[in-house]
């Protein structure tokens, strides 16, 4: 069985991926189609596309397997099978929200679609955290990237196995991601990645710390914690612990009086720490994260100010 699929962009000149079984193809008008799709800037690539406002496209249709996984994220739907769990991961991969057609819709069905077609805002650290192996093809001596769809399927690979879905309670967070990647104020992303913080603490210590015990734990202690926890700090100390409690006070005052402090370096601050959100989950998914933003030095620097 085949099913359209919105929005999915592959790597420049490839023809197709198989994502655990599910083989994605471009649509024959895929170059029209991907031009459909919004874009902020004039880029020239394997394609010229111009900038443009963008709307939602069908891009690929997936071969959908006779017999098909369960899916393994916490979907509130109990029949969601794997083909859910990848797109939920496309799209955070690629910045775009990445959905299929449902078998029933038809094209005179009444209905529409919800999803949201802009670009996401963030997510770009993820992807270029996936490294670039290139396959040469005949028709194409420049080849294509075929370490997307190869990182991609060791990801997914990862996030079944039993002891990831057991250490991080079946990956709810990748949906907390979704959610905070999308274009958005910055004061709703950065809420929404601070929560991301706050429940990857409560679940790496539920253990042996009582619900109560994690509630009274200082929102600081908690950003501490998982900084070193995935190494973005060998330690910290008592000068990085007071910048780190200014974060803390950035995040108290937004959500007690609707908006930061003040813009500038404020500002900076929030938008350093959603990217440390990003380098956090790609350390969550077995990546390298990509310092092509320079967040390590961003860190580095807003630490630095207490010294």
Same mark, same amino acid.
């Given at each position: 069985?085949?099913?359209?699929?919105?929005?999915?962009?592959?790597?420049?000149?490839? !023809?197709?991926?198989?994502?655990?079984?599910?083989?994605?193809?471009? =649509?024959?008008?895929? %170059?029209? %189609?991907?031009? @459909?799709?919004?874009?902020?800037?004039?880029?020239?690539?394997?394609?010229?596309? +111009? $900038?443009?406002?963008?709307?939602?496209?069908?891009?690929?249709?997936?071969?959908? !397997?006779?017999?098909?996984?369960?899916? /393994?994220?916490?979907?509130?739907?109990?029949?969601?099978?794997?083909?859910?769990?990848?797109?939920?991961?496309?799209?955070?991969?690629?910045? @775009?929200?990445?959905? =299929?057609?449902?078998?029933? /819709?038809?094209?005179?069905?009444?209905? =529409?679609? +919800?999803?949201?077609? @802009? =670009?996401?805002?963030?997510?770009?650290?993820?992807?270029?955290?996936?490294? *670039?192996?290139?396959?040469?093809?005949?028709?194409? !001596?420049?080849?294509?990237?075929?370490?997307?769809?190869?990182?991609?399927?060791?990801?997914?690979?990862?996030?079944?196995?039993?002891?990831?879905? @057991?250490?991080?309670?079946?990956?709810?967070?990748?949906?907390? $991601?979704?959610?905070?990647?999308?274009?958005?104020?910055?004061?709703?992303? *950065? /809420?929404?990645?601070?929560?991301?913080?706050?429940?990857?603490? $409560?679940?790496?210590?539920?253990?042996?710390?009582?619900?109560?015990?994690?509630?009274?734990?200082?929102?600081?202690?908690?950003?501490?914690?998982?900084?070193?926890?995935?190494?973005?700090?060998?330690?910290?100390?008592?000068?990085?612990?007071?910048?780190?409690?200014?974060?803390?006070?950035?995040?108290?005052?937004?959500?007690? *009086?609707?908006?930061?402090?003040?813009?500038?370096?404020?500002?900076?601050?929030?938008?350093?720490?959603?990217?440390?959100?990003? *380098?956090?989950?790609?350390?969550?998914?077995?990546?390298?994260?990509?310092? /092509?933003?320079?967040?390590?030095?961003?860190?580095?620097?807003?630490?630095?100010?207490?010294?």
């Amino acid at each position: 069985m085949k099913r359209s699929v919105y929005n999915l962009e592959f790597p420049s000149r490839c !023809p197709e991926m198989t994502l655990f079984g599910y083989r994605f193809t471009r =649509v024959d008008n895929y %170059q029209e %189609q991907i031009c @459909r799709l919004q874009h902020l800037g004039t880029i020239y690539s394997e394609f010229k596309i +111009t $900038a443009n406002t963008g709307t939602h496209a069908i891009t690929a249709c997936v071969e959908v !397997p006779e017999h098909e996984e369960r899916a /393994v994220l916490e979907w509130a739907d109990n029949y969601a099978s794997a083909l859910n769990d990848i797109l939920l991961l496309l799209s955070i991969f690629t910045q @775009r929200e990445v959905f =299929v057609v449902e078998p029933q /819709v038809t094209e005179d069905a009444e209905g =529409v679609i +919800t999803a949201d077609p @802009r =670009v996401y805002y963030r997510g770009g650290i993820l992807r270029c955290s996936i490294p *670039f192996k290139e396959r040469s093809i005949e028709s194409e !001596p420049r080849g294509y990237d075929i370490g997307f769809e190869e990182g991609f399927n060791r990801t997914y690979t990862l996030i079944r196995s039993e002891e990831w879905q @057991r250490k991080y309670r079946h990956g709810y967070f990748l949906f907390l $991601a979704r959610m905070a990647f999308r274009r958005q104020p910055l004061e709703a992303a *950065f /809420v929404q990645c601070w929560t991301i913080w706050e429940h990857l603490f $409560a679940i790496l210590n539920q253990s042996w710390l009582s619900s109560k015990q994690i509630r009274r734990i200082s929102a600081a202690e908690k950003i501490s914690y998982i900084l070193v926890e995935y190494a973005l700090r060998d330690e910290i100390n008592e000068a990085d612990r007071g910048r780190i409690e200014a974060l803390a006070n950035i995040r108290n005052r937004l959500l007690h *009086f609707g908006r930061f402090p003040d813009r500038g370096a404020v500002h900076d601050d929030a938008i350093l720490f959603t990217r440390l959100t990003e *380098f956090v989950i790609a350390k969550i998914l077995d990546l390298a994260p990509s310092n /092509v933003l320079n967040t390590m030095e961003g860190l580095e620097e807003f630490l630095s100010k207490a010294r």
